[in-house]
């Protein structure tokens, strides 16, 4: 089993460019999330999907899209990147909104913006 | 509003002694809470979960937690660390109805041989 899957594992770029950050789960999982990782803060979380078709913010969603097309994919977009997005990003999901089960999450994105 | 305090951000633990990392949970609803190991360069993996069932929940790897209404807490223990323990541990909180998690800021612990 795949799980979730991130890609890049790192990326690095320039302030102002734009990317996007792929995320791809292969458990037909119901619920995606998009957390970023700072020292000192744990782990907050960005942005969320409760289903196909259905995005919400989080604690920090600001800079960043999302949109959630097909239950598989749940892709994070930074529009213009700022050195504050410098970070650790990692995806995860459950297989019901409810998250009375456990989260799965995958390896993670480090992003550095220069 | 859910959230979770971690005391300690680093803990140091000689290899066979007591493992402790403290979790004090706010929430306004009953709580479900939960915790998670990192691993260095992997993402995060479920220990343990508390879901108003036992107050005593035992997971995996030895580790078991104890959900304490009163001192809103939920604090991690092992009886006897292994070198292979050594981690970052996350403690989280959802409430009821809730589809957020909210984690805490993280205790690496470091196991001494």
């Given at each position: 089993?795949?799980?979730?899957?991130q890609?890049?594992?790192?990326?690095?770029?320039?302030?102002?460019?734009?990317?996007?950050?792929?995320?791809a789960?292969?458990?037909?999982?119901?619920y995606?999330?998009?957390?970023?990782?700072?020292p000192?803060?744990?782990?907050r979380?960005?942005?969320?999907?409760?289903?196909?078709?259905?995005?919400?913010?989080?604690?920090?969603?600001?800079?960043?899209?999302?949109?959630?097309?097909?239950?598989?994919?749940?892709?994070?977009?930074?529009?213009?990147?700022?050195?504050?997005?410098?970070?650790?990003?990692?995806c995860?999901?459950s297989p019901?909104?409810?998250?009375?089960?456990?989260?799965?999450?995958?390896?993670?994105?480090?992003?550095s913006?220069? | 509003?859910?959230?979770?305090?971690?005391?300690?951000?680093?803990?140091?633990v000689?290899?066979?002694?007591?493992?402790?990392?403290?979790?004090?949970?706010?929430?306004?609803?009953?709580?479900?809470?939960?915790?998670?190991?990192q691993?260095?360069?992997?993402?995060?993996?479920?220990?343990?979960?508390?879901?108003?069932?036992?107050?005593?929940?035992?997971?995996?790897?030895?580790?078991?937690?104890?959900?304490?209404?009163?001192?809103t807490s939920?604090?991690?223990t092992k009886p006897?660390?292994?070198?292979?323990?050594?981690?970052?541990?996350?403690?989280?909180?959802?409430?009821?109805g809730?589809?957020?998690?909210?984690?805490?800021?993280?205790?690496?612990?470091?196991?001494?041989?």
């Amino acid at each position: 089993n795949a799980g979730v899957t991130q890609t890049p594992k790192f990326q690095v770029l320039k302030t102002g460019q734009s990317m996007t950050l792929q995320c791809a789960q292969d458990m037909n999982h119901e619920y995606m999330s998009w957390y970023r990782q700072d020292p000192g803060m744990g782990l907050r979380l960005i942005h969320y999907s409760v289903g196909a078709g259905i995005t919400d913010q989080g604690e920090v969603p600001n800079g960043y899209n999302v949109s959630r097309s097909t239950t598989e994919d749940f892709p994070l977009r930074l529009l213009s990147a700022a050195p504050s997005q410098t970070s650790v990003y990692f995806c995860a999901s459950s297989p019901r909104p409810a998250l009375n089960e456990k989260l799965f999450f995958g390896s993670g994105t480090q992003l550095s913006v220069l | 509003a859910q959230s979770v305090t971690q005391l300690g951000s680093h803990v140091s633990v000689s290899e066979g002694a007591l493992v402790l990392l403290r979790c004090n949970y706010s929430s306004s609803v009953p709580p479900y809470l939960f915790w998670y190991v990192q691993y260095p360069n992997q993402g995060l993996q479920l220990l343990l979960k508390y879901t108003s069932a036992a107050t005593l929940v035992k997971g995996i790897n030895g580790f078991e937690a104890e959900f304490k209404k009163s001192e809103t807490s939920f604090h991690l223990t092992k009886p006897s660390a292994h070198m292979s323990d050594a981690a970052e541990y996350f403690c989280a909180v959802k409430g009821t109805g809730a589809n957020n998690l909210f984690f805490g800021t993280g205790t690496r612990l470091t196991v001494i041989p």
